[in-house]
């Protein structure tokens, strides 16, 4: 049932699964904590209205799933703004629930000024949390097209931080031709980084033509 809840093409879909499944975990079915998570990350991850996410958060409680940073990182995802990133960090604070780099990524995705970036970084310094290469690999992956994911990566560099592989991988993904990905994969060769099969995976998606494949 979990993963019918995953797969729900929409969240009407996704609700009759999660009745079912809050209705099994009422009956005393057991249900590893893991199952539960999964059911319950993935049925908040189908809303796409905020105020009904924030509804939907309390019935966590309902099914037991574990109270971290997961399901309000996924607040975040779907408010898509600075301020309602603001609420959901007040929120976790007032849970004592600790962020991660995964919540430091997603809040930066939504910052559109420099005040804003120094005002989440002066928020979760509280928790000993810095900026480093996997937050800003985060931001670049949620990026929203190839030209916000290379201001990105400017910024990191500007800030001192080394590009690697997955830096790198990530921009090609995010590319939008097969010059971008080329150029950036010629970067990460110039900066000495060995690419992996991902980066080459994604390399080859961006091809327009089969020749081009073969060649890479």
Known sequence: VAHLIRFSPTLQIAQSWFDEFRNRIERGDSVAQEVRNIAFGSYLEKHKDFSLALESIKLREKVGATLNSFPFNILMEIGKS?????????MMKRSNIEPTEHTYSIAHTYCSTPAQRADIN????AYDIKLNVVVYNGMIDRAPDFFAATNIFRRMKANGFEPNTITYTTLIKKSTTSEEAASVFQDMCVANLTPDEVSFFFLIRKQERLEDCIAR
């Open 122 to 125: 002066r928020i979760l310094s």
């Open 82 to 90: 600075y301020e309602r990133t603001l609420q959901v960090l007040e």
